[in-house]
Nanobody, 117 residues
Framework: QVQLVESGGGLVQAGGSLRLSCAAS????????MGWYRQTPGNQRELVAD???????NYADSVKGRFTISRDAPKNTVYLQMNSLKPEDTSIYYC???????????WGRGTQVTVSS
């Protein structure tokens, strides 16, 4: 079973930056896709960005040009650099990985990001 440890959330003023990290452990299977999702109360969890083992990335339109996802494959760690943060980016951010030949999924516990205006 994959364990995901997220870090880097916090409180920041609008226009500021934060960097989220998520380290995966507990499996010898290949990790295929690593990504970040976010969810606010009453809303569905939505994709923020993800990145494949080959380095292809995908972003939500709302974060394009402001957020950058990257991956350190040997460390099984994914990062989300968030710049020019807006109050509407306030949410709980969850790390998700897709691993193994049967494409199993694991989720982190989430980290709170709060952007004040």
């Amino acid at each position: 079973q994959v364990q995901l440890v997220e870090s880097g959330g916090g409180l920041v003023q609008a226009g500021g930056s934060l960097r989220l990290s998520c380290a995966a452990s507990g499996t010898r299977l290949s990790i295929n896709v690593m990504g970040w999702y976010r969810q606010t109360p009453g809303n569905q969890r939505e994709l923020v960005a993800d990145i494949t083992s080959g380095g292809s990335s995908n972003y939500a339109d709302s974060v394009k040009g402001r957020f950058t996802i990257s991956r350190d494959a040997p460390k099984n760690t994914v990062y989300l650099q968030m710049n020019s943060l807006k109050p509407e980016d306030t949410s709980i951010y969850y790390c998700k990985v897709d691993y193994g030949p049967w494409r199993r999924t694991a989720w982190g516990r989430g980290t709170q990001v709060t952007v004040s205006s």
